[in-house]
């Protein structure tokens, strides 16, 4: 299978504990989002690499939330201290770039790694 | 900021066509998307409007109107496979290029018999 692939697909926690999710993006893509979606909702911008380079993050991004993308391939996710309000879905995408951009741009999102924060 | 509305939910039947619409308020605007969402999977894409018109692909339409902040997503021939959340997401391009999407709440479709 050659599309996103994010890890652990599900993890309940403890109030307080840290987790780490870790996405592989398409191959050939260089350009790695993480989004969040909580039930009913659409996704929410969290934040967005260009190779290893971290461009952008959202400002509803609180300091307990870092991530890395130290080779500018596979990247992780880490939430540390965890509250209730953090339970939600965390999704992984990835777009290609330069001569590899040949559609519209669009994002190819995994399936998720839903955190439950007890 | 962003403010994109579309409806919680809508009911059609097999067979039918079915039109989701949304409307967006947005600083910026570099296209916009529809996604299709089936419960407990990824979203996955459907299309792509920059321009003011009609794409059609396949069993699936997208309008946009940039002057009046309005897209709808037509769907015809309705399966059953097609009961799912259609997301609809507003993209403003970020440095080096890249997408970032703001998406609605999204359309829950019900496809009955």
């Known amino acids: 299978d050659t599309g996103v692939s994010q890890n652990p697909r599900h993890k309940i926690t403890k109030r307080g504990q840290n987790v780490t999710f870790r996405c592989d993006p398409i191959?050939?893509?260089?350009?790695l989002y993480w989004y969040r979606q909580t039930l009913g909702q659409g996704p929410e911008f969290l934040t967005y690499f260009q190779n290893e380079a971290q461009l952008e993050k959202s400002r509803l991004l609180s300091d307990r939330f870092s991530a890395e993308r130290p080779k500018g391939s596979f990247s992780t996710l880490e939430i540390q201290r965890t509250e209730q309000g953090d339970s939600a879905m965390y999704l992984c995408?990835?777009?290609?770039?330069?001569?590899?951009?040949?559609?519209?741009?669009?994002?190819?999102f995994g399936e998720g790694s839903r955190l439950t924060v007890l | 900021g962003q403010n994109i509305d579309q409806p919680t939910e809508m009911t059609a039947t097999e067979g039918a066509i079915v039109q989701i619409n949304c409307t967006y308020q947005?600083?910026?605007?570099?296209?916009l998307f529809w996604y299709q969402q089936h419960a407990g999977e990824a979203p996955t894409f459907l299309s792509y409007?920059?321009?003011?018109g009609l794409e059609e692909k396949g069993r699936f339409s997208s309008f946009l109107s940039r002057s009046k902040g309005y897209s709808y997503l037509l769907l015809k021939e309705l399966q059953m496979k097609d009961s799912a959340s259609y997301l609809c997401a507003v993209s403003l391009k970020l440095t080096g290029g890249g997408n970032k999407l703001t998406f609605g709440t999204g359309t829950q479709l019900k496809v009955e018999l």
């Open positions: 995408a990835s777009s290609p770039s330069g001569r590899a951009l040949l559609g519209t741009g669009e994002l190819f």
């Open positions: 409007n920059v321009l003011d």
């Open positions: 191959s050939e893509h260089n350009r």
């Open positions: 947005t600083s910026g605007f570099n296209g």
